[in-house]
């Protein structure tokens, strides 16, 4: 049996998230379909990290085993070629069984894009959020440097949330103004709590309109209370950047890399 290892892009707009659901459609299944055709056999895969309903993804990672043999090109092509529009299959990469797409990563890449002007988004209404009143990206960004380190994200940490601990270690966050009308958040940490990219995301725009200040988000972290944080952004404007790997695998880390 050979390991393959993909790079994945997606629009989550039609889709109920990433994982195989009985009653829903989903990102897993539509691949897993497409895969299983080129392998001539049931493929299963295990991603570096589940998406919520209506989130994107520039690179999600993930995994199959399988007896075929084939070319990367032939699972790249044909894996794009039998999936629907909204996924593409990015590259493919012979591993060695050790590599697992969710256990062998070190870090993982979420941007939150934001649609920051007085009208609404027409082109971009499913694939970034939208804030009327102007953000201040410089506020955001001071706030934001407080996550940097390992903490106790309970307070963006959602409800139902399955992990068995909310210590989490955030490597780099940046906030910054992409032109007049686009704001974008970018955060990499060793692992993500269920919600905690889009409730730091709906913490900092309260900071970025004013609601409050920038120390804000450091008495919500030594605070632990989700109920006292910003409301959760909405899932369009997510997106899964990339993940990062011990280099010795030879995959890229984020889609710039072969773009």
Do not use: K
């Not at 009308?181 to 725009?205: Q, S």
Request: net charge positive; hydrophobic share 45%; glycine share 6%.
């Amino acid at each position: 049996m050979a390991r393959i290892a993909l790079g994945i892009e997606y629009d989550g707009t039609a889709y109920s998230g990433w994982q195989v659901q009985s009653h829903a459609r989903t990102v897993q299944a539509a691949l897993e379909r497409s895969l299983s055709v080129v392998a001539d056999h049931p493929v299963q895969l295990t991603a570096a990290g589940r998406t919520d309903a209506g989130v994107h993804a520039l690179m999600q990672v993930a995994h199959f085993d399988t007896a075929a043999v084939r070319r990367e090109r032939a699972w790249v092509l044909g894996g794009s070629a039998q999936s629907p529009a909204d996924i593409s299959v990015l590259w493919a990469r012979d591993v060695p069984d050790r590599f697992h797409a969710r256990f062998s990563a070190l870090s993982r890449t979420y941007i939150y894009r934001i649609v920051n002007r007085r009208v609404r988004p027409a082109l971009e209404r499913a694939r970034a959020a939208w804030v009327r009143d102007p953000l201040d990206a410089g506020a955001m960004h001071a706030a934001a440097q407080a996550l940097l380190g390992e903490h106790d994200f309970s307070a963006f940490r959602a409800a139902e949330c399955q992990s068995s601990t909310p210590m989490r270690r955030v490597m780099s966050v940046a906030v910054r103004r992409l032109d007049d009308d686009r704001v974008e958040i970018a955060i990499r940490a060793n692992a993500f709590l269920h919600h905690m990219v889009r409730n730091i995301a709906g913490t900092l725009i309260s900071v970025g309109v004013g609601d409050q200040s920038p120390a804000w988000v450091a008495e919500l972290l030594a605070r632990r209370d989700r109920t006292l944080a910003g409301a959760m952004a909405p899932s369009q404007g997510l997106y899964f950047a990339g993940v990062e790997y011990d280099p010795a695998f030879g995959l890229p880390s984020s889609n710039s890399a072969f773009r």
